[in-house]
Nanobody, 126 residues
Framework: VQLQASGGGLVQAGGSLRLSCAAS????????MGWFRQAPGKEREFVAG????????FYADSGKGRFTISRDNAKNTVYLQMNSLKPEDTAVYYC????????????????????WGQGTQVTVSS
């Protein structure tokens, strides 16, 4: 699976962005998907995850109530809608795909994901 993230950009605090991650390959619908982010000098951190069938979703506390992850298996695409953005959301955002036993714990672990996109920069100005 090859992943291509897009939709990042520069936005003012309080604004919104929708990130997209397009996947190649016919097996997309069988993969759990996740969004992670990495700010300069910090470790990569979990943002949101969605089960292969879209039934279960998980969010980092930092994004609960502001971010929504969704997927369209017919379009081989996963989305991250980000509202009420804050300067601390500034980071490179990565999408990832993996096949593993899906749970709140496993979804948050970068090591569970086998495929990663190239990242898209999100910058939130104050």
């Amino acid at each position: 699976v090859q992943l291509q993230a897009s939709g990042g950009g520069l936005v003012q605090a309080g604004g919104s962005l929708r990130l997209s991650c397009a996947a190649s390959g016919r097996a997309f619908s069988s993969y759990h998907m996740g969004w992670f982010r990495q700010a300069p000098g910090k470790e990569r951190e979990f943002v949101a995850g969605i089960e292969w069938n879209g039934v279960s979703t998980f969010y980092a506390d930092s994004g609960k109530g502001r971010f929504t992850i969704s997927r369209d298996n017919a379009k081989n695409t996963v989305y991250l809608q980000m509202n009420s953005l804050k300067p601390e959301d500034t980071a490179v955002y990565y999408c990832a795909a993996g096949s593993f036993f899906y749970s709140d714990g496993t979804a948050r672990s970068p090591s569970r994901y086998d495929y990663w996109g190239q990242g898209t920069q999100v910058t939130v100005s104050s």
